[in-house]
């Protein structure tokens, strides 16, 4: 007998999509999340809970990764504690999707189809999708009406095909600075968009319009406006009382039977206690590295070396965004009254991205896939402003009143405004996830240990994109404009690990990401995909998480 | 010992939309690691005073008056602009210090610092840093900022010194948004109510509860997907 249709592991963008559709068609739905649940009544604009300690993700000692780097010949391991480099994103009910800047984006049919566009790169995985831009719009667009996606259309060459002519919501407010970045953009020669937002301009429901705090990315929602999981999502499947949703309850193996048939799952619940569930259903999605982690310690008789991991694809063509930031200071002093106080404005958002160059077609680099630019204004977090201004350019410590000086300046006197690049990360042999052999969390379960291996196309790639959002920001005035693009992955921009396709020899999904000879298993994060595309993740697992979920719903 | 300590010179970096990147590519962050190590080394006790050559090391009694003075000295109370004293730097260290779910190893560090500091001073000066002139300070600090250690143990009393002057006053330090005032900062609202141990806190106990409320009484009526 099974206690549920559907068991959902993750509650973030892809968890909590299926979950809102199953439990809409009638579907019994629950939702095990390892985190907490809070609520709006529990987010604050809080500069310790975002950024300084860790509140909304695992202590690291008690939960870690290993992140293996190239060294030399051989790869060099180290473990997040002894780095403080975190690859958690957002342990909470609604997952990472509370703490995105929601700066939504959708595929373009030539993401689909990389190989078939561009050809083969040498090193690189790159393969097309299974499925194609057309199957995927009806989602993206039913996505910006439940999610909440406020913006507005402007017709341009890289616009991707919409049923609908427009957004369901306005745009956001906009900050003084998005004029600026628009008159730059004219005298260069360059198209400045909107940029659409998954943050409501207008009530929705039980959620109130966004109240412009000027604390947005990294930061939870007060306001519900942020389009969460959490939010838009699960707080109405749950009113349905057809789906339940547990925190604290990390799921650590599913079962599997000879067929190879998942029967159940086994979580650690909040006194540590072993629990067991069954379901007709299964369905993982906690974000791409997780999610091979679990599958590759979710051994069972047909599949000794992880569930679907026949072919030895499970972790593999883990992928992140490439790209990186440019960024300028804008000195009050230098920018005349009206403009200072344009630029000390608080609140609105930027709003403003620029495609010009989706593909890219120069001389030097040839027809190549390119990406998007997005502005924001520097991160809020004032206390990691303060200290930055520790050291000087030498990396010397500065205290007294030259360090007081210096935080005057960097403070009072400026702000920082960015240009951010999203560029393809390409799949690569080596960049993949895998059990560690050693180090464990705190349940005693091996941690996953994660290989980066970019791909130097990605930084070609990147400093190109990059550049061209400096000559922005230096055009709209901003001082000592700096291009910032390394090969160090975002860890909060993750896909892969479970790429869908035809063949089961080289991918783990069918093209409707059921698992490859296990018909009642579903991945509906981010580790579907083969490649990523060039802008940020969450619309994607939103649209193709609907898909799935109807997928699933003909299926129970 | 447990070797699993947050690193004090790799503060968490706030989760940009790419800002989890590392900052400067690989050879800054082993630089950093390497520090890390050392820092670890030190606190584990392992060396006995590495901020300079060894004099005879005593654990400071009170250490609490020489950490005071290190942070008057490190962020000096000036006209028209608030020092350590203004901003509580010292009780809003001792609250990091006293945090159970803090980092161990860095809390033992810390203290450790201060007997490492005493020694130096005694050995330089003869007497215990707090009784030095400001000159005889700098020249003090200047001296443990030549050593990994010192140079790690003074990044970490500034790092609590910028949280003191800028985190909400509900942390403790910043009284009256002083902080705020004096740099010009805007803080985001809602403000905090409470710490976040509460917050953390209420995963220990609140939330279970919590949890089957919300499950049988759900926050929101059935609303439509259209909305607005």
Redesign the interface.
């Known amino acids: 007998m099974n206690d549920f249709d559907a068991v959902i592991i993750g509650s973030g963008a892809g968890g909590g999509a299926v979950a809102w559709r199953l439990a809409?068609a009638g579907k019994r739905v629950l939702v095990l999340e390892k985190g907490?649940?809070?609520?709006e009544a529990?987010y604050?604009?809080?500069?310790?809970?975002?950024?300084?300690?860790?509140?909304y993700t695992p202590?690291?000692?008690d939960e870690?990764h290993v992140i293996e780097?190239r060294d030399g010949d051989g790869w060099e391991a180290?473990s997040t504690?002894?780095?403080?480099?975190?690859?958690w994103?957002g342990n909470v009910v609604g997952g990472s999707s509370n703490?995105?800047?929601g700066?939504f984006h959708r595929l373009k049919p030539v993401d689909f189809r990389l190989r078939s566009e561009f050809g083969p790169i040498p090193g690189a995985n790159v393969v097309d999708w299974p499925i194609a831009y057309e199957d995927l719009e009806p989602y993206f667009t039913e996505v910006e009406?439940?999610v909440?996606v406020s913006g507005r259309v402007v017709a341009h060459p890289f616009l991707e095909p919409r049923s609908t002519p427009d957004f369901?919501?306005p745009p956001t407010a906009e900050h003084p600075l998005s004029a600026w970045i628009d008159t730059a953009c004219d005298k260069l020669g360059y198209r400045s968009l909107p940029l659409p937002r998954a943050i409501?301009s207008?009530?929705?429901?039980?959620?109130r319009a966004c109240?412009y705090?000027?604390?947005c990315?990294?930061?939870g929602c007060?306001s519900g406006a942020k389009g969460s999981s959490r939010a838009a999502l699960l707080?109405?499947a749950?009113?349905?009382?057809r789906c339940?949703?547990?925190?604290?309850s990390q799921v650590f193996r599913l079962l599997s039977d000879v067929k190879g048939r998942v029967k159940a799952v086994e979580y650690f619940d909040?006194a540590g206690k072993k629990q067991r569930v069954s379901g007709k259903v299964f369905v993982v999605a906690c974000q791409a590295i997780e999610t091979s982690r679990l599958l590759l310690a979710s051994t069972g008789p047909r599949y000794p070396n992880g569930l679907g991991n026949r072919h030895g694809q499970v972790g593999r063509n883990l992928i992140f965004?490439a790209?990186?930031?440019s960024h300028g200071r804008l000195v009050f002093d230098e920018l005349g009254e009206q403009r200072a106080s344009e630029a000390r404005v608080?609140g609105p958002f930027l709003n403003r991205t620029l495609h010009d160059w989706y593909v890219i077609d120069d001389p030097e680099l040839g027809r190549i896939k390119g990406g998007v630019l997005?502005f924001?204004m520097g991160?809020?977090?004032?206390?990691?402003r303060?200290?930055s201004e520790?050291r000087d350019d030498d990396g010397?410590?500065v205290?007294?009143?030259a360090?007081?000086r210096s935080?005057?300046t960097a403070?009072?006197g400026e702000r920082r405004i960015d240009c951010?690049a999203?560029a393809d990360w390409l799949p690569t042999d080596n960049g993949l996830v895998a059990l560690d052999r050693k180090v464990k969390d705190k349940w005693g379960r091996a941690v996953a240990r994660v290989r980066l291996a970019p791909h130097p196309h990605d930084l070609k790639v990147g400093v190109y994109l990059a550049e061209r959002g400096a000559r922005v920001l230096r055009e709209l005035g901003a001082k000592d404009v700096k291009v910032g693009v390394?090969?160090?992955?975002?860890?909060?921009?993750v896909a892969g690990g479970c790429r869908f396709g035809r063949d089961p020899r080289t991918s783990v999904l069918d093209p409707d990401c059921r698992m490859h000879g296990v018909d009642n298993l579903f991945v509906a994060d981010a580790s579907f995909m083969p490649t990523g595309g060039s802008v940020?993740y969450t619309w994607t697992i939103y649209a193709n998480a609907l898909r799935v979920a109807d997928k699933i719903a003909a299926q129970v | 010992m447990?070797?699993?300590?947050?690193?004090a010179e790799?503060?968490?970096?706030?989760?940009?939309?790419?800002?989890?990147?590392?900052p400067?590519?690989?050879g800054e962050?082993h630089q950093?690691?390497l520090s890390?190590?050392t820092f670890l080394l030190a606190s584990a006790g392992g060396l006995a005073a590495l901020f300079a050559p060894v004099g005879t090391l005593a654990a400071t009694a009170n250490p609490w008056p020489v950490l005071a003075a290190v942070q008057n000295?490190?962020?000096?109370s000036?006209l028209g602009?608030p020092g350590a004293r203004e901003i509580k730097a010292l009780s809003y260290l001792q609250g990091v210090m006293g945090d159970l779910?803090g980092d161990r190893d860095e809390q033992r560090f810390l203290l450790k610092g201060v007997d490492w500091l005493e020694d130096l001073s005694r050995q330089r000066h003869q007497i215990s840093f707090i009784d030095l002139d400001p000159i005889r300070r700098?020249q003090v600090?200047r001296e443990v900022?030549n050593s990994r250690p010192g140079?790690n143990w003074?990044?970490t009393l500034?790092?609590y010194i910028?949280?003191a002057?800028?985190?909400?006053p509900v942390?403790g330090g910043n009284p009256d948004g002083i902080g705020?005032a004096?740099?010009?900062?805007?803080?985001?609202?809602?403000?905090?109510?409470r710490a976040?141990q509460r917050?953390?806190g209420?995963?220990d106990e609140g939330?279970?509860s919590?949890?089957a409320m919300?499950?049988a009484s759900?926050?929101?009526?059935?609303?439509?997907?259209?909305?607005?």
């Open positions: 809409m907490p649940w809070f609520t529990d604050f604009k809080d500069e310790l809970a975002c950024c300084r300690r860790s509140v202590d690291l000692r870690r780097e180290t504690t002894e780095s403080g480099w975190d690859f994103n703490f995105m800047s700066f009406r439940v909440g369901p919501y409501l207008q009530p929705k429901g039980q959620r109240e705090s000027g604390y990315g990294s930061y007060s707080d109405d749950v009113a349905t009382g339940e949703v547990r925190p604290h909040q965004s790209g990186g930031v608080v997005d924001l991160h809020p977090n004032v206390v990691s303060a200290l520790r010397n410590l205290w007294g009143s360090f007081k935080l005057e403070i009072r951010e999203f390394s090969d160090s992955p975002p860890p909060n921009l940020p | 447990s070797s699993d300590a947050t690193v790799i503060p968490p970096s706030p989760p940009l939309e790419k800002g989890g990147a590392k400067g590519g690989l962050w950093a690691l890390r190590r000295h490190l962020f000096p000036e602009s779910r700098e600090l900022a140079e003074l990044s500034l790092l910028c949280e002057l800028l985190t909400d942390y705020w004096w740099l010009g900062h805007q803080p985001g609202f809602p403000r905090p109510t976040l917050i953390v209420c995963g939330t279970a919590n949890t919300r499950f759900s926050p929101h009526p059935t609303s439509g997907v259209d909305g607005a």
